[in-house]
């Protein structure tokens, strides 16, 4: 499986914008990127997932470098409740006859100041 | 849609005993993913299921562990022998076939404690 590298903590201030960064420099042409997120005592939560272009939707914009070997996870104003472990998953397109077998990493630790 | 829900969401055991974890998928789902969570970790992929048919099981799934969804609803995950090693946090996982399939929906989880 493909590896992404993120940082393993982040911190921010709470309405301010936070920008999560993952490396995926062995990323192959048909890998998605997705974000999930895992607030405290809860299962994983599904963020966004991409593959070229950005993407944006209720909970985050998902900004793709062009040559795909990074990505940024943006939460345009940070909340309390967006503090989180945020994992940067590459994975087949579930879409397609490949099923969505999630490899997690260690994740970014978001602790968000009031 | 009511989420996907485990039970029990904690399991204290002796080690030697036998457990059992049931995941209830949400209703219209094809897919279903067994994961494996411990301290300070994400999340490892045990096992998948299409329907009522296992596709792939993890090497982490020794052969203490099966994993069965009989009419391709619910889910069983059973462990035998319970080891100390085997406490951790078993997560569920569902998703469509369809224009949500990337999106995977997770249980809140069944913790178990191997003492």
């Known amino acids: 499986d493909a590896k992404t590298t993120q940082p393993n903590s982040m911190e921010s201030n709470e309405e301010e914008p936070v920008h999560l960064p993952c490396n995926h420099s062995t990323i192959s042409g048909t890998d998605y990127i997705h974000w999930y997120r895992q607030l405290p005592s809860q299962g994983p939560e599904y963020v966004i997932h991409?593959?070229?272009s950005n993407v944006n939707n209720r909970m985050a914009s998902l900004a793709i470098a062009e040559d795909r070997k990074s990505s940024t996870l943006i939460l345009h104003r940070a909340t309390l409740r967006d503090a989180a472990v945020y994992y940067c998953i590459l994975g087949p397109n579930a879409g397609g006859t490949s099923y969505g077998k999630l490899t997690f990493g260690q994740g970014t630790i978001l602790t968000v100041h009031p | 849609d009511t989420g996907v829900s485990q039970d029990p969401r904690h399991k204290i055991t002796k080690r030697g005993q036998n457990v059992t974890f049931r995941c209830d998928p949400i209703?219209?789902?094809?897919?279903l993913y067994w994961y494996r969570q411990t301290l300070g970790q994400g999340p490892e992929f045990l096992t998948y299921?299409?329907?009522?048919?296992?596709?792939?099981k993890s090497r982490l799934l020794s052969d203490r562990f099966s994993a069965e969804r009989p009419k391709g609803s619910f889910s069983t995950l059973e462990i035998q022998r319970t080891e100390q090693g085997d406490s951790a946090m078993y997560l569920c996982a569902s998703s469509s076939i369809g224009t949500r399939a990337h999106e995977q929906f997770f249980g809140p989880g069944t913790r178990l404690t191997v003492l």
């Open positions: 991409g593959l070229t």
């Open positions: 209703s219209e789902h094809n897919r």
């Open positions: 299921f299409q329907n009522e048919a296992q596709l792939e």
